[in-house]
């Protein structure tokens, strides 16, 4: 193949309609569109190769199923780890539970990874991909909405 466009335009659909019988179409698009994204990301090197068409399949296959294994342990972590059903919880804690879902994302991203998982400062800036700063004054602003959403009027 002379161009990365070239090969995209001789493999592509072929490459996706042979997959999607054997995993769901919508991942097999997404796989070997991925596959493609990294061929021309390496055109250089994989121009030489006696196949870039085959290299293309190979990551592709491997990224379907790298997902279906990591879908599969997913689901088996998820059958041991239940969040506690609203039914098992008091009425304050789930007041707790409505106020944390009302913050934004990344705020109730921090709560959770600072006060639940017991992350230190510097591990929920790592995790975020934030500056320490800006984790503490998520966690001072979480506290202040919750505080308001949580206090009770003895009017």
Known sequence: MSSIDDLFAA???????????????IDAADAVQEAFVQADRRWPELAGYDDPAGWVRRVALHRLLNGERNRRRREEILRTIRPVADADLTADLLDLRRAVAALPDRMRATVCLHYLADLSVAEVAAALAVTEGTVKSNLHDARTRLRQFLEVSDV
């Open 11 to 25: 493999e592509y659909e072929r490459l996706v309609r042979s997959l999607a019988v054997a995993f769901d179409p």
